[in-house]
């Protein structure tokens, strides 16, 4: 059973950074994109970009390159994203979801709030 | 950016009724392998969005006959019959034809 665990909820101060993490099981990790979505209180789906663990290349959505880092862990199947500087503009939910979005984690809050 | 268009906003339906939601892209979804990449997800309030259907037609993997989409080019359709209350929620069609890949702004159904 294909499963993406995602770490838990945060609270960070203006300015501050943020690493969430993506934890897949049940397929091989190498073999599929990893997306990263966006999602604001009560708004749609945004993607950030995406990662092929297998050679750690990177896309990123132009307005995210700024503020996202992916990163992929192929010894322990874990898929990372960084947020950095944090303002109340990224307070959202983050989802990862596996290539073409069949599978999705269980998403990570995000507050950022002084 | 292809920029995905969804109506209506929202939607009133009985238990037991159909109904369908539009979505529109701002250019084709062919690719140039002739696969056409546009899905359906449907999110309940608190979750994750779930895949419904992918390729324009084809049904994910558990996902009942009660949901069909339909569709080519830019234009696309997803119906869903005998509303149950767990279809109940926003749901959203995506494409990943062309990177990056978006979404539209999402249809909620409630019960009317």
């Known amino acids: 059973e294909v499963q993406l665990q995602q770490s838990g909820p945060e609270l960070q101060r203006p300015g501050a950074s943020v690493k969430l993490s993506c934890k897949a099981s049940g397929y091989t990790f190498t073999e599929y994109y990893m997306y990263w979505v966006k999602q604001r209180p009560k708004q749609g789906l945004e993607l950030i970009g995406r990662i092929d663990p297998e050679d750690c290349s990177t896309d990123y959505v132009e307005k995210f390159k700024n503020k996202a880092t992916l990163t992929a862990d192929t010894s322990s199947n874990t898929a990372y994203m960084q947020l950095s500087s944090l303002t109340s503009e990224d307070t959202a939910t983050y989802f990862c979801?596996?290539?073409?979005?069949?599978?999705w984690g269980q998403g990570t809050l995000v507050t950022v709030s002084s | 950016d292809v920029v995905m268009t969804q109506t209506p906003v929202s939607l009133s339906v009985s238990l037991g009724g159909q109904v369908s939601i539009s979505c529109r892209s701002s250019?084709?979804?062919?690719?140039?392998?002739?696969?056409?990449?546009l899905s359906w997800y449907l999110q309940k309030p608190g979750q994750s969005p779930q895949l419904l259907i992918y390729?324009?037609?084809n049904r994910f993997s558990g996902i009942s006959d009660r949901f069909s989409g339909s569709g080519s080019g830019t234009d696309f359709t997803l119906k869903i019959s005998r509303v149950e209350p767990d279809d109940l929620g926003v749901y959203y069609c995506g494409q990943g034809t062309q990177y990056p890949d978006t979404f539209g702004a999402g249809t909620k159904l409630e019960l009317k």
């Open positions: 979801a596996r290539g073409r979005f069949a599978y």
């Open positions: 250019q084709s979804l062919v690719h140039n392998n002739g696969n056409t990449y």
């Open positions: 390729k324009v037609s």
